[in-house]
């Protein structure tokens, strides 16, 4: 079973990535967490991204989601590939090839939670904190959702503190994760 966060940067997708991850790991499910790789580009990210840097972490993305399912009964993603693909596009244009790959590649993910915007995004030195920078992509994810059909959970922006809760209750009920326990 593969899981993701999906939306904007700083908006809680990794808070929420290990708070589920450890709610399952208490069900002794064993689950892995494939963390955000924008992180870990050898190119600049943000505002100041490029084609090929937009490439490489939407690559090593898929990269690691195959290695981790390789391992792991549950895979929980913080990002997936559209809102890697949303950064893209922002960037350098609608890129039809790699889009097509998004659209496949979309049809992997077992279940999506769309992280609204909710406020301010906290400074942590590597994203970018420009609220229209985030918006644009938080806009973005959303057309490209609409645009390739994907369903997903949404998360009322005014029910941040209730989040981790609602997650953890779609998840425990889903009828792949039953099979688990």
Known sequence: MKIAF???????KTTLCFELAGALKRQGV?????????????????????????????????????????????VVCDRSVLDNYAYMV????????????????????????KVPMAGAASPDGVRDTDEFFMRSIDELVDTLLAEMKVPYEVLSPDGRADWADVVREVVLKRPELAKLF
């Open 30 to 74: 064993h689950v892995d967490i494939v963390k955000e790789v924008a992180r870990l580009s050898p190119l600049p990210i943000n505002r100041q991204t490029s084609l090929d840097a937009q490439t490489w972490i939407l690559m090593t993305q898929v990269a690691e989601e195959i290695r981790s399912a390789a391992r792991h009964q549950v």
């Open 90 to 113: 922002l960037a350098c244009g609608r890129q039809k090839p790699i889009e097509r790959f998004v659209a496949h590649w979309m049809k992997t993910y077992d279940l999506l939670f």
């Open 6 to 12: 999906i939306g904007t940067h700083g908006v809680g």
